[in-house]
T-cell receptor, first 116, second 112 residues
Framework: AQSVTQLGSHVSVSEGALVLLRCNYSSSVPPYLFWYVQYPNQGLQLLLKYTTGATLVKGINGFEAEFKKSETSFHLTKPSAHMSDAAEYFCAVSPAVGGSARQLTFGSGTQLTVLP | DTAVSQTPKYLVTQMGNDKSIKCEQNLGHDTMYWYKQDSKKFLKIMFSYNNKELIINETVPNRFSPKSPDKAHLNLHINSLELGDSAVYFC???????????FGPGTRLTVL
């Protein structure tokens, strides 16, 4: 079984400030971890993913996330927020093994607002 | 050159009607999915097909029936629509099971 918890359904930051979106997961097997972004009235777009190897993962638009096994976390960060970053962000987990049972489980999402 | 496309983008219909949503991907992927996103933005998988074979069938009413005529298409047919079916439905595809999924733009279904 797997689950994802995103702390904070709404996060507001000022333009130029650090963005930190929190994600904790629970998985009985080693996970793959993802962050997706959803702009208004659009589908989901992959920001970054962790499968194996380096635990600090860099994605598009200046975002990065670090896989911390000991904390079961995969928090998303960006050093300096831009107005265009305003969107809904979803953390997701998929088991790394399991055959056809491997499926993506999403967190409840975090709405990021960027203030001028 | 849209990778994953869905039609229609908006669908407004009356309770009790039957409707279909179509999905096509031109990425050559083996696996396709249907997700439902409710009014609180919560995303939940409904179905997944791999090489036209149903591999994930979550607990959804049997009024929902997916159909995959070929690897590039996964359609969703809904019978006897209910108010609670109002949501945004997303199609997605991936090269293989558990690979990165690529999402379509969504279909906003409103049942009156």
């Amino acid at each position: 079984a797997q689950s994802v918890t995103q702390l904070g359904s709404h996060v507001s930051v000022s333009e130029g400030a650090l963005v930190l979106l929190r994600c904790n997961y629970s998985s009985s097997v080693p996970p793959y971890l993802f962050w997706y972004v959803q702009y208004p009235n659009q589908g989901l777009q992959l920001l970054l993913k962790y499968t194996t190897g380096a635990t600090l993962v860099k994605g598009i638009n200046g975002f990065e996330a670090e896989f911390k096994k000991s904390e079961t976390s995969f928090h998303l960060t960006k050093p300096s927020a831009h107005m265009s970053d305003a969107a809904e962000y979803f953390c997701a987990v998929s088991p790394a093994v399991g055959g056809s049972a491997r499926q993506l489980t999403f967190g409840s999402g975090t709405q990021l607002t960027v203030l001028p | 050159d849209t990778a994953v496309s869905q039609t229609p983008k908006y669908l407004v219909t009356q309770m009790g009607n039957d409707k279909s949503i179509k999905c096509e991907q031109n990425l050559g992927h083996d696996t396709m999915y249907w997700y439902k996103q409710d009014s609180k933005k919560f995303l939940k998988i409904m179905f997944s097909y791999n090489n036209k074979e149903l591999i994930i069938n979550e607990t959804v009413p049997n009024r929902f029936s997916p159909k995959s005529p070929d690897k590039a298409h996964l359609n969703l047919h809904i019978n006897s629509l209910e108010l609670g079916d109002s949501a945004v439905y997303f199609c997605a595809s991936s090269p293989r099971i558990s690979d990165t999924q690529y999402f379509g733009p969504g279909t906003r279904l409103t049942v009156l």
